[in-house]
């Protein structure tokens, strides 16, 4: 069997159906190939639950400007409703409500997953049926920060959440979206916004009545289930995965020994992935290692040495040639990373991972045994524990090989479809 290029053998062998039972999930903003790590969660959970046996249909919306719905033609692993709008606003969200509750009325789910979304989470939730189990997955801050998915600001992590302190937070996101006022730019979370109305107090109202609607809310991580589990009294863990046959290890012949390449993926231009402690750290590496150099997979940034290399924004599929090209894979976030999925593709890799002890990253690494954590925001501490793996190609080895199997026990797709969410959907589905 072939899912969108990827051949799946044995089928038959490797899952065993359990109940048929009916799931829909809805994702305002799906795209496959995808943009960003929900895309990824998304695609490879319902794919794994299909294998499993269950009925999988997700219902998005697609736009003219493909910031949603942009779908390959070829997309094959399960089935796909788009509600086509030219753009979001008041005036579409009749035509959503519609056909969301049409298609649900055709499909009479078992269950329904409301997924990545940002402010229309909650307009989404108030539309369905109570009779049917609603859960929702959370992949970041959304709905608990109104200035973005980060819950970041002042170059740190905040303390605040939108559901304690709404007034607070909504003077921040006037405070730093006024640029797209001004320009009249707009991007999907600001389309969102204006479109729920998510600067009124009857939005606050609207997103509290809904978190009642809602069965069970998924998390990726402790520091996540802390803040939400004040609000509602079922949030469970489950965390990212990884795709273990795309991602994986390759022998690496190099031209030459001596150059060390430390990659650092994602969006990293973004000031919370840590880019600047980062550099700071091996501006100090090279003293000792001048052959060091950096990988980003970010756009040119102007007036930087020629020894850090831009990359670009890779597509999901050519991320893991540069992941193989590389030695040391380091994630440098000082925001309170919800998971980490570029972690596990570097472990699966079999890259040495080191990374910020901070936010769901703490629940992925083993200290000094399937990779190192540093202090966040400390090139000192960074520039240290690289130069401790730089130093010994044999720890290198050790945390690489500990990682990898660690990766392929732990976080397959395959594991967590069958191990977190068939678990939990069956617990839903009979409670």
């Known amino acids: 069997m072939e899912v969108n290029g990827t051949v799946l053998t044995n089928i038959d062998d490797r899952y065993k159906p359990l109940k048929k039972m009916k799931i829909c999930f809805i994702d305002s903003l799906f795209c496959w190939p ?52 030219e753009s979001l606003g008041k005036r579409t969200l009749d035509k959503i409500q519609y056909e969301i509750l049409s298609k649900l009325e055709i499909y009479v789910p078992d269950i329904i997953i409301v997924g990545n979304s940002f402010f229309l989470k ?3 939730t108030s539309w369905l049926n109570w009779r049917i189990p609603i859960a929702w997955r959370q992949y970041a801050y959304e709905l608990i920060c109104q200035k973005d998915i980060q819950r970041f600001r002042n170059n740190c992590p905040c303390t605040l959440d939108y559901l304690s302190t709404p007034n607070t937070c909504r003077e921040c996101f006037i405070k730093h979206s006024r640029n797209k006022f ?62 273990i046959n795309l991602f994986r290890p390759i022998e690496k012949l190099k031209e030459k020994q001596d150059v060390i390449r430390i990659l650092a993926s994602g969006r990293i231009q973004d000031e919370s992935k840590g880019l600047i402690h980062l550099i700071k750290a091996c501006e100090l590496l090279r003293e000792d290692f001048p052959e060091l150099e950096l990988i980003c997979t970010s756009p040119w940034q102007y007036g930087l040495p020629s020894w850090i290399k831009f990359v670009g924004w890779l597509s999901y599929y050519e991320l893991p040639k540069i992941y193989q090209s590389a ?69 290198r080895s050790e945390i690489s090989k500990e990682a990898k199997e660690y990766v392929v026990s732990n976080f397959s797709w395959e594991k967590i479809a069958k191990n977190y969410y068939s678990n939990e959907i069956e617990r839903i589905a009979t409670n």
């Open 182 to 243: 001004v320009s009249l730019s707009t991007d999907p979370w600001l389309e969102e916004y204006l479109s729920a109305k998510a600067y009124s107090k009857d939005y606050y109202s609207l997103l509290m009545e809904s978190i009642k609607k809602v069965k069970v809310i998924w998390v990726y991580s402790q520091p996540m289930k802390n803040v939400w589990e004040k609000y509602h009294h079922n949030v469970e863990i489950i965390p990212g995965g990884v795709d």
């Open 122 to 124: 909650p307009v989404i």
């Open 327 to 395: 030695d040391i894979c380091v994630v440098p976030s000082i925001w309170e990373e919800p998971f980490g999925l570029v972690t596990l593709e570097a472990m699966a890799s079999g890259l040495p991972v080191v990374v910020s002890k901070i936010g769901g990253l703490r629940e992925i690494i083993i200290e000094g045994k399937n990779g190192v954590f540093f202090d966040p925001g400390d090139p000192i501490s960074l520039k240290n524990k690289l130069k401790e793996l730089i130093s010994n190609p044999q720890l």
């Open 34 to 85: 995808p943009r960003g790590g929900a895309d990824v969660d998304t695609y490879n959970v319902l794919l794994q639950l299909r294998l499993l046996g269950y009925d999988i249909s997700l219902i998005t919306l697609k736009t003219e400007n493909l910031t949603r719905g942009n779908i390959s033609k070829s997309f094959n692993a399960f089935e796909i409703s788009c509600i086509e709008i």
